[in-house]
Structure formats: structure tokens, C-alpha cells
């Protein structure tokens, strides 16, 4: 769209992360995990962490696709990282976006983790070949 392009006549660097975050949301809506449902509970996704790889340009009107796979998690489901690829209409990957995040209370405006139901339907996101369970840290004294 042309409100997504910058003066270089391609995609700006901010409408990657748009298409990223779109994805994450189709991909919990996927499992069972919709926006009412979640705010329903008074919890949302976080991130701590946005890495974008620019690899080929977008260009205007042209279509694109938007992969999403969770690459890490915690058993728990507390904390989890996904991987977004972006394909031209071509076929060509034209970024990767990596992103770490969790879970919030939105009330309490702290970190939670997801009601068991939940957390269920989230262990059943699409996993990547090369998925791994984290493992937490434990706290030092």
C-alpha cells in the first residue's frame, strides 16, 4: 500500500513489524486464543524483544505472505519466542522477524502466565523444525 512505503520506493521498516504483529494475532486466533478471549481474562501478549533481518525489498503493490511459528517456549507457556518470514509475491524471502515476549495482567501491569485452558490452546501454536523448550533460569540468592 502506499501508506506503507518509505522514500526509497519500498517497504518501510515499520510496516514489517506491522505485517509481524498481524501475524502473531491470526496465529493465537488459530489455536483458540482471540482477542476477546484473552481480554475477556485481562491478559495480552508483551514483547521484550523485536529483531528484524532485511534481506530483499518490497515494493509497491506487490503481494506478499507472512509465515508465524513459535521457536521457543517455556513448558509453562510464560515466555515464548516466534519467527515471522515475509515472502514477495515472487516467492523471494524478503525479511525474517524474531520476537520474544510473555504474557501480561493487564490490571496488575505485571507478568502472569495464561489460565491452564489457555495455556493449552497456546501449546498448540505451530512449532518450527527447530523448536526448543526453555529451560528458566533459576533465580540466584
Known sequence: M?????ANQHMRHS?????????RLCLLESVGLNPKTLFQ???????????LFYLREVAINDYIKVTCEVIKSRADG???AIRH??????????????????????EKR???????????LFL????????????????ST
Open 2 to 6: 502506499w501508506s506503507q512505503i518509505d
Open 15 to 23: 510496516a514489517y513489524a506491522d505485517f509481524a504483529a498481524q501475524a
Open 41 to 51: 481474562q485481562k491478559i495480552g501478549p508483551i514483547l521484550f524483544k523485536e529483531e
Open 78 to 80: 510464560s515466555r515464548w
Open 85 to 106: 518470514e515475509i515472502y514477495r509475491g515472487d516467492g523471494i524471502k524478503a525479511a525474517i522477524i524474531h520476537v520474544e515476549g510473555a504474557w501480561i495482567d493487564m
Open 110 to 120: 505485571k507478568l502472569t502466565v495464561l489460565p491452564s485452558d489457555l495455556n493449552n
Open 124 to 139: 498448540h501454536s505451530p512449532r518450527s523444525s527447530d523448536y526448543v523448550e526453555e529451560i528458566p533460569k533459576p533465580k
